[in-house]
């Protein structure tokens, strides 16, 4: 029930392409639905982060759709760019147990 | 941009040997966590410490994993009696305020038992 399940495990997108991850949670107590970025040899850097109280952000070419019914969560990069090339992880926590449960990652490959 | 550092990038150790990891997290944060990470595999909680104190632990945090926050500046990760499925990268991170999840990661450490 700790388990935040994501997919794909790797992914190939041309430049200018739409990059989607999706990720799925079980427990509904978890309130802060974020993500994380990690290049190679560098620790994981937040992105862009939700709470289950909108249905969707958008950070500049960054957006986490949400649907809390479905319990799942999905992050869309629009125009993907080869900089965006990196291991992304969704992760989830609760408001009162702040230990953040990351997915298994998904590698990104923007092919220029 | 104030951010989380740690020392050393990489540590080599041998089986059983005592090592100590160390990290300075932002200044005016007050939770202080650690993260590992096997090769290829997802980011895992360690620990989280606030007010000198452990606040939760993992079932991976066994009796061979001490934290501490020696000064007002470091926090440290000890690793008592290594083994081999130590090895992995170790990520410090600390946020300003608990239960929002914004925490900043260190680059981490790779430690490697041999």
């Known amino acids: 029930q700790q388990q935040v399940k994501q997919s794909p495990q790797s992914l190939i997108v041309q430049k200018g392409g739409i990059s989607i991850i999706n990720c799925a949670y079980e427990n509904t107590a978890f309130d802060y639905f974020p993500w994380y970025q990690q290049f190679p040899g560098k620790g994981p850097a937040l992105l862009i982060a939700?709470?289950?109280?909108?249905s969707e952000k958008k950070e500049g070419r960054f957006t986490i759709s949400f649907n809390k019914s479905a319990k799942q969560f999905s992050l869309h990069i629009m125009d993907s760019q080869p900089g965006d090339s990196a291991t992304y992880f969704c992760?989830?926590?609760?408001?009162?147990?702040?230990?953040?449960?990351f997915g298994k990652g998904t590698r990104l490959h923007i092919l220029p | 941009e104030p951010e989380v550092t740690q020392t050393p990038s990489h540590q080599v150790t041998q089986m059983g040997q005592e090592v100590i990891l160390r990290c300075v997290p932002i200044?005016?944060?007050?939770?202080f966590y650690w993260y590992r990470q096997i090769l290829g595999q997802k980011v895992e909680f360690l620990v989280s410490f606030y007010n000198n104190e452990i606040s939760e632990k993992s079932e991976i945090f066994d009796d061979q994993f001490s934290v501490e926050r020696p000064d007002g500046s470091n926090f440290t990760l000890k690793i008592r009696s290594t083994k081999l499925e130590d090895s992995a990268m170790y990520f410090c991170?600390?946020?300003?305020?608990?239960?929002?999840?914004?925490?900043?990661f260190g680059p981490g450490t790779r430690l490697t038992v041999t």
């Open positions: 939700i709470r289950p109280d909108v």
């Open positions: 991170a600390s946020s300003r305020l608990a239960g929002v999840g914004e925490q900043y």
């Open positions: 992760a989830a926590s609760r408001g009162r147990d702040d230990k953040i449960i």
């Open positions: 200044s005016n944060h007050l939770y």
